[in-house]
């Protein structure tokens, strides 16, 4: 049975920083993608930062600030997060791929991730 549990979320003030793990058993996705989404009261999941290979794919307003990462030895996923503000509270889940991306441009869909994290609260205080 698959697993992707988050755990580092917590209450930062802004401009603080945060980082979130993804801790994947029952199988191993190689190469395949991997991301971070968010969900915030009221509005749909949005995608935050992928990794897929070497590359990374970021949503415009965490560029520079977010950063994602994957250690394949310990078959986990990171989201560095820094420089926070209070537009990033959320849940954030961890997401996962079966199989590799027909097309790249679909690493920032929602439905294009098979598995997914139970999700771990992030929230910025002002």
């Known amino acids: 049975q698959v697993q992707l549990v988050e755990s580092g979320g917590g209450l930062v003030q802004a401009g603080g920083s945060l980082r979130l793990s993804c801790a994947v058993s029952?199988?191993?996705?190689?190469?395949?993608?991997m991301g971070w989404f968010r969900q915030a009261p009221g509005k749909e999941r949005e995608f935050v930062a992928a990794?897929?290979?070497?590359?990374?794919y970021y949503l415009d307003s965490v560029k520079r600030r977010f950063s994602i990462s994957r250690d394949n030895a310990k078959n986990t996923v990171y989201l560095q997060m820094n420089s926070l503000k209070p537009e990033d509270t959320a849940v954030y889940y961890c997401?996962?791929?079966?199989?590799?991306?027909?097309?790249?441009?679909?690493?920032?869909?929602?439905?294009?991730?098979?598995?997914w994290g139970q999700g771990t609260q992030v929230t910025v205080s002002s």
């Open positions: 997401a996962a791929k079966a199989f590799p991306l027909r097309y790249v441009g679909r690493v920032y869909w929602v439905n294009e991730y098979d598995y």
């Open positions: 029952g199988r191993t996705f190689g190469s395949n993608a």
């Open positions: 990794v897929v290979s070497g590359d990374t």
